[in-house]
């Protein structure tokens, strides 16, 4: 699925035990791109938009403007600007990744990285006025993360509002999406979205379970914050939200890329490249989120977003109280937060 993040780690953790980069000729990088062009024309996402991009490659190769060229990494980096330039795609990317020896050392598993870093699973945190604050940094593939994923998920059923932080969050996984979309929803199958694959003519879809492991939280009132650099399936799981009217997105514009790869495609022996050959389709707005990002219902800047969703959530959970003594306690908690919030804010003169 959407696997850009990763597969970026991966090559960089392979590039730093690279030994020093090899010199490039005119004959090599012809044949990157001629592979490219391959590539891109049987299975590119958008067909209609596969010649442009091989047009852009071709010109400007032909004027000259890779002959320059130092390092191979070098010459990925100025044909990902070529192709995203082109494309406006920020998916399509070439990636320097030296084919290893059939005799070098066997890579480590990529699923004991994953393991390092909790599933992408961070902090997670009781605010006051029982608030439950989750930081999901990526969406890892769920047969691996479903077990973690499950235990953090399961906590915030203690919460009476929830915020999820979104904001560092690249992509990742669209089942394990849906894995953690169904925590926010009851037992009912509900259709988040499906994916569109041009390789193979398909279409998948994605339900939230009608079963999980451990609690719920279907009733809490749900924000998600967002940045700039939220992207591709982290953008999924708010527009999803979004459009369903489970969450309010809250914070800045997301990325813009609703498109997604099968992983790397390897185009010579020091080259791979990632190629999306399927795109987003929201069953409710037979759209996505491609080029223009989610926006969000509540837009702050990322640095703002926590505390602005905070005020939002003990504003609603005020409204709903009826338990006088507790009804004063969250009083005195949004009392606090804005007397913060307005301190740190910048004044004008």
């Known amino acids: 699925m959407r696997l850009l993040l990763l597969l970026i780690a991966v090559v960089a953790t392979g590039l730093a035990q690279q030994p020093t980069q090899p010199s490039l000729d005119k004959r090599a990088r012809a ?3 001629e592979a490219l062009a391959a590539k891109l024309n049987a299975g590119y996402v958008l067909p209609d938009s596969s010649q442009s991009i091989i047009q852009a490659l071709q010109k400007a190769q032909q004027a000259g403007d890779y002959d320059a060229v130092q390092t191979p990494k070098e ?16 998916h399509l990317s070439v990636f320097y990744d030296p084919q290893p020896a059939p005799s070098s ?27 439950g604050y989750l930081e999901i940094l990526s969406f890892a593939p ?4 479903a077990e973690t994923g499950g235990t953090y998920l399961s906590a915030l059923a203690n919460f009476d509002a929830i915020i999820l932080d979104l904001r560092k969050n690249g992509g990742g996984n669209t089942p394990m999406v849906a894995f ?9 199958p509900v259709h988040l979205t499906d994916i569109y694959w041009r390789d193979s003519n398909e279409t998948s879809q994605f339900w939230t379970w009608p079963l999980v ?12 914050l967002t940045s700039g650099s939220t992207f591709s399936s982290a953008e999924d799981f708010c527009y999803s939200l979004q459009k369903l009217k489970r969450a309010v997105i809250v914070g800045e514009q997301t990325g813009g890329g609703a498109h997604s790869g099968r992983g790397l495609q390897r185009l010579t022996s020091l080259f791979t490249a990632f190629i999306p050959v399927g795109r987003s389709i929201s069953p409710i707005t037979k759209s996505n989120w491609e080029g223009v990002g989610v926006e969000p219902g509540l837009k702050t800047t990322a640095d703002r977003a926590l505390d602005e969703a905070y005020i939002q959530a003990l504003k609603v959970l005020l409204d709903r109280e009826t338990d006088e003594a507790w009804k004063q306690n969250l009083q005195q908690v949004l009392q606090d937060l804005t007397a913060k919030t307005q301190q740190a804010a910048p004044t004008s003169h």
């Open 180 to 188: 953690v979309a169904s925590y926010f929803f009851d037992a009912s």
């Open 213 to 224: 492991p451990g609690r719920r939280s279907a009733r809490q009132p749900l924000y998600i």
């Open 75 to 90: 010459y990925a980096e100025m044909l990902t600007a070529t192709l995203r330039s082109a494309s406006h795609d920020k």
């Open 105 to 131: 050392q066997v890579s480590p598993n990529p699923s004991d990285a994953r393991e390092r870093y909790n599933f992408g699973f961070g902090k997670l945190e009781r605010l006051r006025g029982n608030v």
């Open 31 to 33: 044949a990157v791109i």
């Open 142 to 145: 769920v047969e691996q993360a």
